[in-house]
DNA sequence: CTGAAAGCGCTTACAG
DNA sequence: CTGAAAGCGCTTACAG
């Protein structure tokens, strides 16, 4: 069904001329005379001559590709990062070929390849939350540049883009220490999400410049951090003999599980709990009460991933080296702790 | 910083057989023997040897690359759909590059274009919302088999799946009517957009068969509707000499915005007013009370969308036709309509 | 059963 | 200033 397409060849016959001569006037290649050029020129704009991209990155070993690997498409704030580096790419004439590991990390393995396949010019990825086997990984980052983002992992010798994680978790536990509250409950995952224990130390830093005390009874870790689980540690830490004053889940979804769980049972947010997540993700506005999370500015976040990418892709360095970019975000109060 | 790769020719020399024999060998062409094969495969096995789909591509016509239009990709229906789509594009070996026309009739024209120049095999496209010029798009279809989703055009000649947007809309109007509600304001969009055209025609259809009168001050039309404007509207409608007994707007989160103006004027809903929406977003169970509104199933339109347009590139007919597949959404009755 | 050769559309070092 | 030729990695009609 594809139709003819202007080629270079149709071009020159038509003007009686090189392919050769065709190809410089249509690059600006300052031999060609400007008479020439200026006919060239003409007749391709005429005849909607487009380039053939694949026969020219097939010539220069470059497609003007890149892929980019998410765990899930449908979250919020992936689409945000997916957003900005869209905008990124394509400004600068790159092509984006996304795909989806489900967060499983044998399709994930099947997608590096694909892409290194498909003649990507480089990758961006945000790793599976169990990625353990990286060797595919850096096998790929021989052949292709390779930018991590969100869900990163320090095993791989490249540029990482996160947010400053610990910091923005810090000022949470801050904020809620500020606002009187002195027995405060996190819910997180475990050490396998980069992540979570960036936000978990943020929270014992907190807690330990505040000289307060570490109640094991109010750290909570599940496998799989969601809404359910909100809802179902909730639960739990409402029959601890002392209960907290304060919960930080470490994401807004199981946050707004933790309020669903404290509103059924007529507990007062924030004044007997106050409730912190994670992502200012749209969820966190659309609750009653609104939520105090940390906004994560997804499309800055892939707007600079992708900007490092390219300049790898265009500036190849032979030694590759790990780099830590992190992204700064802020805190936003909202009714969740603090009443105004 | 490409690295070297293994190709035919390499493995030719290795084995001091013909390029043409290994290409044969490799894609199991009949005609090789056995014994060959076998070798050929081993050692292709042995040095990695994944073929170079562009020069594959590039022979053949064809790059096995499929182009996703979407006007906004950080929608949460969108994604699902595109889940879908990738799903089934992945299985019988496509990549998909995916562009966002934010909703830009410019944007989405440039889109068009550079997804023909990219050489992708079939454009797979939700229309922005105001596409009035289709010339562009006409042209395209005679280089490529196109498939509309969401937001069609029966101005384009091509495969086009929606849901059963009158039919579903005629279902809600219908329940509220049966459990009581005598009133039913609509807030929807001008007749510029196709699904809010669909979704106020099965409203009208409901209200004929009940034989109730149409009331044009309950019919409320905005630019664009959004969370904001449904705050807006609801405002407008609670100031009408006689209100509402119920609201259908014709997305979940205008929705979302009536039911939030209803609680802060401590309407009960939906005793005093019912509140439906349109879609099942994530935010019909985060808001409270949780919303009445239509499960449009995502990932099978995109699964659908994408088995057609494979298909089209499978199998080119001449003529071109319309087609339009309706997949069956259900609504999903929760307390904003109706408590139990 | 295997190989030599042409060609997909483009770029570019070389020659003039 | 312009052209002829090689080559990117692959497939396939043709020949043997």
Redesign the pocket.
């Known amino acids: 069904m594809k139709k003819e397409v202007t080629?270079?060849?149709q071009l020159a016959k038509a003007l009686n001329?090189?392919?050769?001569?065709v190809?410089?006037a249509?690059?600006d290649h300052p031999?060609?005379?400007?008479?020439?050029k200026d006919k060239v020129q003409k007749l391709a704009a005429k005849l909607n001559y487009v380039?053939?991209i694949f026969?020219?990155g097939?010539?220069?070993?470059k497609t003007n590709i890149i892929g980019v690997i998410v765990p899930n498409i449908t979250h919020y704030f992936t689409t945000t990062i997916v957003r900005g580096a869209l905008e990124e790419a394509e400004s600068k004439g790159y092509r984006v070929i996304i795909s989806e590991s489900n967060n499983n990390v044998e399709k994930q393995k099947e997608m590096f390849n694909t892409m290194l396949q498909f003649g990507v010019d480089g990758i961006l990825a945000s790793l599976t939350k169990r990625t353990r086997n990286v060797d595919y990984i850096l096998a790929t980052l021989n052949n292709l540049p390779i930018v991590l983002f969100d869900k990163v992992s320090n095993k791989i010798p490249c540029t990482q883009i996160t947010i400053n994680d610990e910091e923005a978790s810090y000022n949470l536990i801050d904020h809620l220490i500020n606002i009187g509250k002195t027995r405060i409950a996190i819910i997180k995952e475990g050490e396998y999400s980069y992540n979570s224990e960036k936000r978990f130390s943020g929270y014992l830093k907190a807690l330990k410049e505040h000289n307060m005390d570490v109640d094991p009874k109010m750290i909570i870790t599940v496998e799989d951090i969601s809404l359910q689980e909100g809802k179902r540690m909730a639960n739990v830490l409402l029959s601890a003999k002392e209960k907290p004053d304060a919960i930080f889940a470490i994401t807004d979804g199981a946050a707004i599980g933790v309020i669903k769980t404290l509103k059924k049972f007529n507990i007062k947010i924030p004044e007997e709990i106050a409730v912190v997540g994670f992502s200012n993700s749209s969820y966190s506005t659309i609750i009653d009460p609104k939520l105090t999370t940390v906004d994560q500015p997804g499309e800055k976040i892939g707007r600079t991933a992708m900007k490092y990418l390219i300049d790898e892709i265009d500036n190849p360095e032979e030694n590759i080296t790990s780099k830590f970019v992190e992204i700064k975000s802020n805190i936003v109060i909202r009714d969740s702790s603090f009443k105004a």
């Open positions: 080629t270079l060849k001329v090189s392919i050769s001569t190809s410089r249509l690059n031999d060609i005379s400007l008479e020439t380039p053939n026969a020219k097939f010539r220069q070993h």
